[in-house]
């Protein structure tokens, strides 16, 4: 018999740290949201484990967190983060659990994650909502890894002291980003159909571990159905190149998807990899020679410092002259904007690639820095600042306005880059390599197009 609970609510502290955690994430940092399947998250109070792909650090379980605000959210987060106790306090305060690895805190370390596990279980029993990745670690990558089962021993575990009258949900999902590594790009989460657990109990209490590897396997295989997952990791480069040029774009618009959309762009993208899997199983001699090719294409674009966007529109020398009047046009807007904003993701991103190893945490990087440095600074002390000496309005306009001026003023540097890629596709000491890059490009679409037509 389901009964639903009403979980612990959130301290007005937290709620408006949230709502600022919305400001900064939603507001500034990503162009666009897409919420995908929200009518198959469990209404709150409902026991639910929320399971995903893991590929973008911090931002794969704040997005979740910024999506699902009616409920207790709790999520087990690396351990080396807890270290510090005033930020141990902090994160158990917002719902984040402690998981230890043996990778990274050594085999004695794991008997803590029994407390750990313990108090996952009591959420799940108060009704509340656990988040976790199974894959340990996130992928550099868009491909699925393998899964450890842990989450499902805490959902059984949490039935099992239920007496198995509780059902507790499964909620497979994917986090998807049409860019991991800059800001002004968009995001989507997607939750598929909850699985419930309540009719394996009575198998779970003979063959525990056979039960959670075969409910493992599901969850699994319903997560890589929703994400784009690329199996071939040896051709991973090639297939993500053709993927995000204009080749990925044109065949979207072929088979009737919207490519400008990215909820349909990632449908399109996971059939444009899977017809090229078919087609290397098929003609792996043709293939193999494609891939090499077009890593010979995408070194070349990147040694000329140029974008393929380039090769595909070949703008003249009369588009460099306007888009540098555009620029000259907007100068004093831009510097209006740069000067309260440029420590907002734009300073940060200049030290990510010294300062970061892994580039995939370069966006929680950002997001961490602007959050407790550089939002406060530029947004929160010049309007207490103008609430003092000018006003209310003054500073509640400041508050408006402010993600105004970022956008402008990321979007000019992203149009300065343009202009510069231009310029350099039109010089005419590069005329001999862009043609024969073009040439390399067009030759390689064409026999791509034919195999795939043939696969």
């Known amino acids: 018999m389901n009964s639903v609970k009403t979980p612990r609510d959130h301290s007005l502290f937290l709620k408006a740290f949230r709502a600022y955690l919305q400001y900064v994430n939603s507001w500034m940092y990503f162009r666009k949201e897409h919420v995908v399947g929200i009518e198959n998250v469990p209404i709150n109070g409902t026991p639910v484990v929320v399971v995903a792909n893991h590929q973008n650090c911090l931002n794969d379980p704040l997005c979740v967190c910024l999506k699902l605000t009616d409920r207790r959210m709790n999520f087990l987060a690396r351990a080396n983060v807890f270290n510090n106790p005033v930020f141990n306090k902090a994160l158990r305060a917002m ?15 794991l008997a803590k994650n029994k407390e750990t596990f313990a108090d996952a279980e009591s959420a799940l029993m108060d009704g509340e909502t656990v988040m ?4 340990a670690g996130h992928q550099d990558k868009r491909w699925l890894g393998n899964f450890k089962i842990g989450y499902l021993r805490i959902a059984f575990e949490a039935a099992e002291k239920m007496e198995f009258k509780q059902d507790v949900m499964v909620l497979p999902s994917c986090n998807h980003y049409s860019n991991y590594f800059h800001a002004r790009t968009e995001m989507m989460l997607k939750f598929g159909e909850p699985i419930s657990l309540m009719p394996y109990y009575e ?8 039960v959670m590897v075969e409910v493992n396997k599901l969850v699994r295989s319903r997560i890589q159905e929703m994400m784009l997952h690329v199996e071939d990791l040896e051709h991973y480069d090639a297939i ?22 990215l909820p349909s762009r990632l449908l399109a993208d996971q059939k444009l990899v899977k017809d090229l899997q078919t087609a290397y199983e ?14 010979d294409l995408a070194a070349g674009i990147k040694k000329l410092k140029i974008r393929d966007w380039l090769l595909e529109k070949s703008p003249m020398a009369g588009a460099a002259i306007l888009r540098g009047l555009g620029l000259l046009v907007l100068l004093p807007l831009f510097i209006v904007s740069i000067i309260p904003t440029c420590l907002l993701f734009i300073i940060p991103e200049i030290f990510l690639k010294k300062l970061v190893k892994d580039e995939m945490f370069f966006s929680s990087f950002n997001i961490g820095v602007s959050v407790f440095v550089s939002v406060p600074i530029c947004l929160l002390i010049p309007m207490i600042l103008l609430w003092i000496f000018a006003g209310f309005w003054w500073a509640l306009g400041y508050f408006f306005a402010f993600p105004l001026m970022f956008i402008l003023a990321w979007n000019y540097i992203r149009f300065f880059l343009k202009f510069i890629g231009t310029c350099t596709y039109v010089s005419r000491k590069n005329r001999a390599k862009v043609n024969e890059l073009k040439a390399k490009r067009s030759s390689i679409f064409s026999r791509l197009n034919e195999i795939l037509k043939r696969a």
């Not at 976790?132 to 894959?135: A, D, H, Q, R, T």
């Not at 993500?240 to 959309?261: M, T, V």
């Not at 098929?282 to 890593?295: G, S």
């Open 132 to 135: 976790l990745y199974p894959e």
């Open 240 to 261: 993500d190149f053709l993927r995000e040029s204009a080749f990925g774009r044109k065949f979207a618009i072929a088979n009737g998807f919207k490519h400008n959309y």
């Open 95 to 109: 719902g984040l659990l402690p998981a230890y690895r043996m990778s990274h805190e050594g085999y004695a370390a």
């Open 203 to 210: 198998r779970y209490q003979q063959s525990p571990r056979e």
């Open 282 to 295: 098929k003609y792996p001699e043709e293939m193999e020679q494609v891939y090499q090719d077009t890593n």
